[in-house]
């Protein structure tokens, strides 16, 4: 990627830069390949919910998977029409359930029976019927960081396939709700495609199960987690969603006018979006070099709390690389970026791109140690 410096003057670093381009021809590429087999896919919110994005995302086309109330009135403020918009996440408050209820969303993705017991409950005092779908565990390992695998019978997340006779015994009694769909994710950051392979065995499998009970529901969403190549960004700016979408037209059995749908997040926005920040002080360590920035795990987390890998180009500099950490102003030893990685020669004042950071890097900002929030630009 080029960075024109030109366009960052006036802008106090640190700051998310999001190559607008790249972002709309990643939409257009997913969309027309989803349009392609039939496919619904909703961008998954939590990934980067920055305004501008889910403007973007709406101009081509996509629907949103929420997983706060808030998450739906922002996609509600860009434009996204309600029944385009899932709600997921093991923990929604009643406020949040009424929001839902209120716009009228698609769907609700539940991950428990005390959950569907409560929708019912509101929606039934709301005078509404609320749409769901039944978050399956599939006990489907990915391949990914400890800290990002959701498919397993251990984690929090998800019904487990156990527990599903009880589950339909409720549905028979919760009459404010209707069961439309069967929803499924196994983790995120994902790129052998033999995991998304074994997840639709595993869905097949479960809608038999379903078959012989007489149920078919319309919609099948088998979640997210398609990963992005961190290491070189440049290899591959949009990834292959067609490889993707493939493994489901080819593996997965869908009856008849029954519909497919995806959460992508990561994919969509990670290769758009750099963190830009500049070099406070260069610091000679006893055998190597700190270059100290002006961005901290504040701004970006990934690196120190699942130990990621983000490329970092100094975009200031044409001199010989030489061997850095580099690290933040925060008060905690994990607040580094990288170690001993090559970098063009760095000076006080320089730039740096923390690349492939568009995907839960604004998004998971904080205020630690009383710092700004941070913000996002879009390049022309
Ligand atoms: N659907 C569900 C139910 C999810 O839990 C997630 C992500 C997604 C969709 C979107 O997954 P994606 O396509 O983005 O992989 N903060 C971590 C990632 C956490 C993912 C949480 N769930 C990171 O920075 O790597």
Same mark, same amino acid.
């Given at each position: ?7 960052? =003057? ?72 309600? #029944? ?10 009643? #406020? #949040?359930?009424?929001?839902?209820? =209120? ?146 037209? #080819? ?47 504040? =701004? ?81």
């Amino acid at each position: 990627m080029n960075f024109d410096l030109k366009q960052f =003057e006036g802008l106090k670093t640190p700051f998310y830069w999001y190559d607008s381009q790249l972002l709309d021809q990643t939409l257009q590429t997913v969309k027309s390949l989803a349009d392609r087999h039939g496919y619904h896919v909703h961008y998954a919110v939590k990934a980067n919910g920055n305004l501008e994005i889910l403007r973007r995302v709406n101009a081509a086309g996509l629907g949103t998977d929420c997983v706060s109330g808030n998450e739906i009135l922002q996609s509600i403020a860009a434009g996204i029409a309600p #029944e385009k918009i899932a709600f997921a996440g093991v923990g929604k408050s009643d #406020e #949040e359930i009424r929001i839902g209820l =209120e716009n009228n969303i698609f769907c609700f993705n539940c991950e428990s029976i005390p959950e569907i017991e409560v929708i019912d409950e509101i929606a039934g005092q709301m005078g509404r019927r609320a749409h769901i779908a039944l978050r399956i565990n599939p006990n489907v390992h990915a391949s990914t960081h400890h800290y990002i695998t959701t498919g397993l019978e251990e984690n929090k997340f998800g019904i487990n396939t156990w527990a599903l006779d009880d589950v339909l015994k409720v549905l028979e009694r919760t009459k404010n709700v209707e069961l439309i769909g069967l929803h499924f994710h196994i983790g995120s950051q994902i790129l052998d495609m033999q995991d998304f392979r074994n997840l639709c065995t595993r869905v097949n499998e479960i809608q038999e199960w379903f078959y012989a009970r007489k149920i078919i529901v319309d919609h099948i969403n088998v979640g997210g987690g398609l990963g992005v190549n961190y290491e070189q960004p440049d290899k591959q700016p949009i990834p292959t969603f067609e490889e993707y979408f493939k493994v489901f037209a #080819e593996s997965l059995k869908l009856r008849p006018k029954q519909q497919l749908h995806f959460e992508l997040g990561r994919a969509i926005v990670a290769q758009c979006g750099s963190l830009i920040t500049k070099v406070l002080y260069v610091k000679n360590g006893t055998n190597k070099k700190f270059a100290i920035v002006d961005a901290g795990f504040t =701004e970006l987390i990934r690196p120190a709390l699942y130990q990621a890998v983000h490329k970092i180009e100094n975009i200031s500099s044409t001199e010989p690389e030489e061997k850095y950490d580099v690290v933040g102003p925060i008060c905690e030893s994990s607040d580094c970026f990288a170690k001993s990685i090559d970098l063009a020669g760095c000076h006080r004042g320089d730039l740096l791109a923390i690349r492939t950071a568009g995907a839960y890097g604004e998004a998971m900002a904080s205020t630690y140690n009383l710092r700004t929030l941070v913000k996002g630009y879009f390049s022309k």
